[in-house]
């Protein structure tokens, strides 16, 4: 478990406007895409006005002025739903905001003193002339992922129901057995499941992750009471948290913010959790289930270049081939140590010597999976 | 010590005169006469604040801690005599003990080690710290523990290594030569057996900060450039409210020495190295190539932490965010080979002086391994706190102001 959270997914969405800032200034000016220009937006203490409030969609930069004497926020909201923000922009600051927005009715909010709902403005972004917003493929292959999250937190939820109400029934066997398999939607998911910052630390968080006096809680402190402890005594409240909390994701993955440059990127992380986490025998510390989780990762990593597969045949022929064979190199031997019905043979017993060959696969995928995002955005 | 240049023995060995012909001769004279380099690689050992902290960053590093096992004192305060006596020697490019490398007894084994023999002093500096262990029972100590030298809490993400952590004493050698550096810590634990015996050690290079605007920002193996906004060896101001303890501070013994924070960081180097240069970018907080703060083109540009990704490190690290704390940082890069999977064990040996921890590396490190993005890509090993005492005047020896 990683401490990436939706964070990054967010500061990413300004990416485009930092470096276009440093590398080429006034080039969100010259853009085709932004039409009209950037929109300057100006913040006070009791106002947020906006230049204009008709955009055309695709990229759209806002100059955000900070004129008040308060710290603020800017939203960009599409319902209730976050398209991008800048937060703890000070008084005098000014910023640009760059991001993609798609045709529809959005809510652009200030929020002064970055408390309460802010004053917002509703904008009205319609489709280029002519032109698509977004790629019609990558459109395609965003609406697939999309389509798979949701069906892995379907399935999620009633695999982690049934794990937590053998925590809370004591029966430790039975839990241990329901532990590995309540884990594999989550894992084959994972950078998704984490763009929601605030529910990974809750669900995922392990041992070693935890700083002096923080309460730990999900699967993992459940791993630990089942493997080291033997008893769960005390932990129904974490099973009920952890139910709740994956029930909540299962409840958010449609506003996920993806892109096929997301979807690709989310490929190589799933393979450095294997990287960094599974081959190491990190991650399952006390349950030595990582074989499953990384069957997880690399099904989901697997996924997310099948949905792209069509813009990188089409763009790099040469790295479909690579990618498809490297998927298949880990694929073999990934297999000797399944045992069936999904389960593997503990982590512990696999061998230095074995654990070295398996990174060595990882890497080899690893390496020209690295490059699927460039390709699936460009 | 061995009153010999190592440069002008060899010369004298060459021509085949060994012995003690230039013991009468000043340091400095023989300097002059056999060295050709523009600038002096000596750094004077003496002066009110032990070299090696403000002294402009040297290539490499050797760094070892030590568990002390003399038996009492008087062991103690004799073994930092010893290494006083060897440092004045090997900091001024001078070999150890009376006859050094070659000038002994034919059935003695040699008093220094002999491999630095043709290397100039290369700007060595050797600095002792005493770690919270020693401030223990053994050695009458246990009331003069400075209060900053209060043990480090864990932090989250925090997988520290016992064998690689803590220890009584510490010495870091820093020289432009990494020979010299090796030379000196051989030669400083040969002489401190029976009284202290290495913990752990950790070589390091490519110096990953600079103290001074002169120098280029170094590179750390992220590749980024580190230390921008360190502290300066010229910012007397900041030095003396940064990184300076003084007398009221409570401890007077540390008036004038400094608190060394040591981290040993190793960095998931491959998956650093299949990550986008956007999210690099993004991840740090500022550009690869020119160091500028993100949204500025230029290093020294200012940097405004509002600007910047909210969980973007150095934004996290920023002074604004932690009450202007500040640390002098001289940190280096590591490779000690590769780990048991094939990928490379390397890092970053965090090196930080201030004035107290409680206050500047503490704080600031919470904040990062709570929510640093760059934490993904890091694991912090090792782990060792130091009152580091304050310099030598000639005739002193390093710890007197604790132990005399």
């Known amino acids: 478990m990683p401490r990436r959270t939706a964070l990054l997914a967010l500061a990413l969405g300004t990416a485009a406007g930092l470096t276009a800032c440093a590398e080429e200034p006034g080039s969100g000016a010259d853009a085709a895409a932004d039409a009209g220009g950037p929109v300057a937006v100006t913040a006070t203490d009791d106002s947020c006005e906006l230049s204009r409030t008709a955009l055309t969609a695709g990229r759209n930069v806002f100059t955000i002025t900070n004129a008040g004497s308060r710290v603020t926020e800017v939203y960009v909201y599409e319902g209730d739903r976050v398209v991008t923000e800048k937060e703890d922009i000070g008084p005098g600051v000014e910023y640009e905001l760059t991001t993609q927005i798609p045709a529809g009715e959005y809510d652009v909010a200030c929020v002064p003193g970055m408390v309460g709902d802010g004053i917002r403005t509703p904008v009205t972004v319609t489709a280029a002339a002519g032109g698509e917003e977004v790629d019609p493929a990558q459109q395609q292959a965003v609406d697939a992922y999309r389509a798979y999250v949701q069906e892995q937190a379907d399935a999620l939820v009633p695999l982690v129901a049934e794990f937590a109400a053998a925590v809370k029934a004591g029966d430790v066997e039975r839990a241990k057995a329901l532990y590995a398999p309540s884990r594999v939607p989550w894992e084959a998911v994972e950078p998704v499941a984490e763009s929601f910052g605030d529910l990974d630390p809750k669900v995922d968080l392990r041992e070693a992750d935890l700083e002096e006096g923080q309460d730990w809680t999900g699967w993992h402190r459940l791993e630990k009471a089942l493997w080291v402890d033997g008893s769960t005594a005390g932990l129904e409240g974490v099973a009920d948290q952890l139910v709740a909390d994956v029930t909540d994701l299962q409840g958010r993955v449609q506003n996920a913010d993806l892109s096929a440059a997301s979807i690709g990127n989310g490929a190589k992380e799933l393979l450095d959790e294997v990287a960094t986490g599974k081959v190491t025998g990190e991650e399952e510390a006390f349950s030595h289930t990582d074989l499953v989780d990384f069957d997880a990762n690399l099904a989901g990593a697997e996924k997310a270049y099948e949905v792209l597969s069509p813009i990188v045949r089409a763009e790099d022929p040469a790295l479909a081939t690579e990618l498809e064979a490297q998927f298949a190199a880990v694929e073999a031997a990934l297999a000797p140590y399944a045992t069936g019905g999904g389960t593997y043979v503990s982590y512990d017993t696999v061998t230095e010597d074995q654990r070295r060959e398996l990174a060595r696969v990882v890497d080899a995928l690893g390496e020209p999976l690295s490059r699927l995002a460039a390709v699936a955005a460009s | ?404």
């Open chain 2, 1 to 404: 010590m061995a009153d010999v240049s190592r440069r002008r023995a060899l010369g004298l060995l060459g021509a085949g005169a060994v012995g003690a012909g230039v013991a009468g001769l000043g340091v400095t004279g023989v300097r002059a006469a056999t060295d050709p380099a523009p600038s002096a690689p000596v750094v004077p050992f003496h002066g009110a604040h032990q070299a090696g902290i403000t002294t402009p960053v040297q290539g490499h590093l050797h760094f070892a801690s030590y568990d002390v096992t003399a038996r009492d004192r008087a062991g103690l305060v004799a073994l930092l005599q010893r290494w006083t006596a060897a440092a004045e020697a090997l900091t001024a490019g001078r070999e150890v003990g009376r006859d050094g490398a070659v000038g002994g007894p034919a059935l003695a084994p040699p008093e220094d080690t002999g491999e630095a023999l043709g290397h100039d002093a290369s700007r060595l500096t050797i600095t002792v710290g005493f770690g919270p262990s020693l401030f223990d029972g053994r050695y009458g100590l246990a009331d003069r523990r400075p209060a900053a030298l209060a043990d480090l809490p864990r932090f989250a993400g925090d997988a520290l290594r016992p064998e690689r952590s803590g220890g009584d004493l510490c010495v870091q050698a820093c020289a432009d030569d990494p020979q010299v550096a090796v030379h000196a810590v051989r030669n400083l634990t040969r002489l401190a057996a029976g009284a202290a015996a290495v913990r752990w050690a950790q070589l390091g290079f490519g110096r990953a900060a600079s103290t001074s605007a002169a120098e280029e920002t170094p590179r750390n193996l992220f590749g980024f450039k580190d230390g921008t906004a360190n502290v300066l060896a010229d910012d007397d101001a900041a030095l003396d409210e940064h990184v300076w303890a003084a007398a009221g501070d409570g401890a007077d013994w540390m008036a004038g020495g400094s608190y060394l924070v040591a981290r040993d960081v190793r960095m998931v180097i491959e998956t650093w190295d299949r990550t986008s240069l956007q999210e690099q970018e993004l991840v740090v907080g500022r550009t690869k190539g020119e160091g500028a703060p993100l949204g500025r083109t230029s290093e020294r540009d200012p940097l405004v932490p509002s600007e910047l990704p909210l969980r973007s490190h150095v934004r996290l690290a920023h002074p604004d965010n932690h009450g202007g704390a500040r640390m002098l940082r001289r940190g280096y890069n590591t490779v000690d080979g590769t780990d048991g999977v094939g990928h490379l064990d390397a890092g970053l040996f965090f090196l930080a002086y201030q004035r107290d921890p409680r206050r500047a590396f503490v704080p600031v490190q919470r904040a990062l391994a709570r929510d640093d993005l760059l934490g993904e890509y890091l694991r912090h090993v090792g782990s060792s706190l130091w009152a580091v005492p304050p310099g030598v005047r000639p005739g002193q020896w390093l710890g007197q102001s604790l132990l005399g």
